[in-house]
């Protein structure tokens, strides 16, 4: 550990749950603990479930662009030559009626300015990981990069200078947290996140990689690391951490750069 250096290499937020990140150099922190912005829009059917890509594979071959200062976002649906811009807050209307006509069913938008829509309500905090786990996961697929494992597992955080899982380091015993810090923000991590579906399939068109799992769950198995928490994998379809982020550091800002302690 003498040489590691645990960095910030790269920030992303999606600002509407399910499609395309962006990358940022400096982000806030929410009172609940999310990013400012990460999730801050999603899209639910009539019955109130998402509309995502767990759901829905469609949703994959939707592109998006955004402006964050004027909160717009420019679509490019699959076999069309047109791209459309919305403003998310005053052209909900508009949006909800071309994305209805692209799924085929009626959707809604929503906003949540205070945590957004993660996955885990009990850990909104960003999701992290290291970049040269991202490197051996695209090492057990041969014709993956590992661009591509990115934008699979979509994680909020991203930290160079460290080896492969050296993430699974922020996590502990059930009920169990672990105190760390990233610049000035506190941090606790809370368990490895457990993968859905949507990692097996391309990021950009929806298709389904043969035996993905299998192949995850074999490698990640014989790959943990003597320092992972192993009582916390009761299987290994898990990657990346998920966090809490105390009220007090509500405010605060993580940036690019930024270095990992452990507390």
């Not at 030559?81 to 071309?98: G, K, S």
């Not at 610049?183 to 990689?209: E, K, L, M, S």
Request: proline residues 4%.
């Amino acid at each position: 550990m003498v040489n590691e250096v645990p960095t910030v290499a790269r920030l992303s937020i999606f600002p509407l749950k399910s499609l395309d990140r962006v990358d940022v150099e400096v982000v806030a922190v929410l009172k609940s603990g999310a990013l400012q912005g990460d999730r801050e829009f999603a899209l639910f059917d009539k019955s109130g479930h998402f509309v995502n890509g767990k759901r829905h594979d469609r949703m994959h071959r939707i592109r998006a662009q955004y402006d964050l200062q004027t909160q717009q976002v420019t679509l490019h649906l699959e076999d069309s030559d047109q791209a459309r811009t919305f403003q998310l807050e005053q052209e909900r209307d508009r949006l909800e009626t071309y994305l209805s006509d692209y799924f085929g069913f009626s959707v809604e938008l929503r906003q949540n300015l205070e945590m957004g829509f993660p996955d885990d309500t009990d850990s909104p905090g960003p999701t992290i990981v290291s970049t040269a786990t991202l490197a051996a996961i695209a090492s057990w697929y041969p014709d993956l990069e590992v661009e591509a494992v990115r934008s699979r597992f979509r994680a909020n955080i991203e930290i160079d200078g460290v080896p492969a899982f050296w993430e699974d380091r922020l996590f502990g015993q059930a009920a169990e947290e672990v105190a760390f810090q990233i610049g000035a923000v506190q941090f606790r991590g809370i368990n490895p996140c457990q993968r859905c579906v949507v990692v097996t399939r391309d990021a950009q068109t929806g298709a389904v990689y043969t035996n993905f799992q299998k192949t995850f769950v074999a490698q990640r198995q014989a790959s943990l690391p003597n320092w992972a928490e192993r009582s916390r994998f009761n299987h290994f379809f898990r990657l990346a951490i998920n966090t809490q982020v105390p009220q007090t550091e509500a405010g605060k800002t993580i940036a690019i750069g930024d270095r990992l302690s452990l507390s």
